[in-house]
């Protein structure tokens, strides 16, 4: 393909993906109610079981709700459509893969939607502590007054900083895939990697609790062992395939 055809292609990718998005968000805004319940659930959880603290949600001016409306409903368009907009960027590079190469990028589509929901899914079944935490460090006598917008913000941050942080080990593999990474390198530098995925959890987290920074950290250290795991079966597959005359020196003379 040439550079206009390349560029083409990404339009129509980037169109297909858009209006993925766009359709998600459309259909959200008409359950937009019980999408808003089922995020304020945790919020509300707390509210009910500390009563004492004057704890609410509130709307800070006339177009707040059409805004909230309109940006939740984005939200949940990016994750219900991530199957879609995930296969738009495998689809994009398939074309210049060899045979091999596309059934090995197709495993790594196959792992990235997964990874990505299970960790949305993991946020928002740690919110409710993640919270707790946080409100219960309001002195005694106050009340939080918590603006709809500013907690929606909050929350769509936290799962989505989940959501994309699961999909760590499906880099790391793919630089194996591509010769930057070996396992090696990655078995030799774990106790680095590990101190770096706690800071990262540390910073990406949009909460400064050690709870929430452990949950998260926790995972990722797992997955980034369960990425080394998979890069050494790659590392040995491709040494077996290895043909032996690549390791004979410049100098010496062919059998043939």
């Known amino acids: 393909m040439t550079l206009t055809e390349h560029l083409k292609e990404f339009r129509r990718r980037l169109f297909v993906s858009a209006a993925a998005v766009v359709t998600g968000a459309i259909v959200a805004g008409f359950f ?94 740690i919110l409710p502590q993640s919270l707790s935490i946080l409100y219960g460090l309001s002195p005694e006598g106050t009340s939080n007054i918590q603006q709809v917008s500013m907690y929606l913000s909050f929350v769509t941050r936290f799962i989505l900083v989940f959501g994309l942080g699961f999909l760590f080990p499906v880099f790391l593999v ?50 980034y062992f369960g990425a080394w795991f998979v890069c050494r079966i790659l590392d040995r597959r491709r040494a077996a395939n290895r043909p032996d005359w690549l390791d004979v020196d410049d100098t010496e003379a062919s059998e043939l």
């Open 32 to 125: 937009y109610d019980r999408i808003f319940q089922f995020l304020k659930a945790p919020f509300q959880t707390y509210a009910d079981l500390h009563p004492e603290n004057d704890i609410s949600l509130n709307f800070a001016e006339a177009t707040s709700a059409l805004s909230n409306l309109i940006s939740l409903s984005i939200f949940v368009g990016v994750i219900a459509s991530s199957p879609v907009w995930l296969y738009q960027v495998w689809a994009f590079v398939l074309p210049g893969l060899t045979r091999k190469e596309k059934r090995i990028s197709l495993a790594f589509f196959v792992a990235t939607v997964p990874l990505f929901l299970t960790g949305v899914l993991l946020a928002y079944l």
């Open 174 to 223: 793919g630089l194996n895939v591509i010769g930057a990474m070996p396992a090696s390198r990655l078995i030799k530098g774990w106790r680095v990697a590990v101190v770096l995925i706690f800071v990262f959890a540390a910073v990406a987290t949009p909460t400064a609790d050690p709870f929430t920074m452990f949950v998260f950290a926790l995972p990722l250290t797992l997955l």
